[in-house]
Nanobody, 126 residues
């Protein structure tokens, strides 16, 4: 079993920056693809960004492209999401996802990711 733990989040002003981290632990015998999704009140869970197991390939959702930056540690399964130029519409619960496919069409679906964190709240306001 793999445990997924998010940290970070909180409140930021519009235009500000927040950083989220996610670490997967447990039976991680090999490195996994990792990603972030978010869910705003009354909306479906939305794909944000993902990185492949090697830390070479990155795929960003259109809503965050150019503003968010995902990085991956060289060892293990830890990723950091730097969220810049935050907008009110970025307000959501952010979920870390682990062990999904590296396919641009498939990875945006929640059902293809095997492990999930509990989520961390991000609130952006002026």
């Amino acid at each position: 079993q793999v445990q997924v733990k998010e940290s970070g989040g909180g409140w930021a002003q519009t235009g500000g920056t927040l950083t989220l981290s996610c670490a997967a632990s447990g039976r991680t015998s090999s490195r996994y693809q990792m990603g972030w999704f978010r869910q705003a009140p009354g909306k479906e869970r939305e794909f944000v960004v993902a990185v492949d197991w090697a830390g070479v390939g990155y795929n960003y959702g259109d809503a965050v492209k150019g503003r968010f930056l995902l990085s991956r540690a060289d060892v293990g399964d830890t990723v950091t999401l730097q969220m810049n130029s935050l907008k009110s519409e970025d307000t959501a619960v952010y979920y870390c996802a682990v062990d999904g496919p590296w396919n641009a069409d498939l990875m945006v679906a929640t059902r293809v990711w095997r492990y999930w964190g509990q989520g961390t709240q991000v609130t952006v306001s002026s």
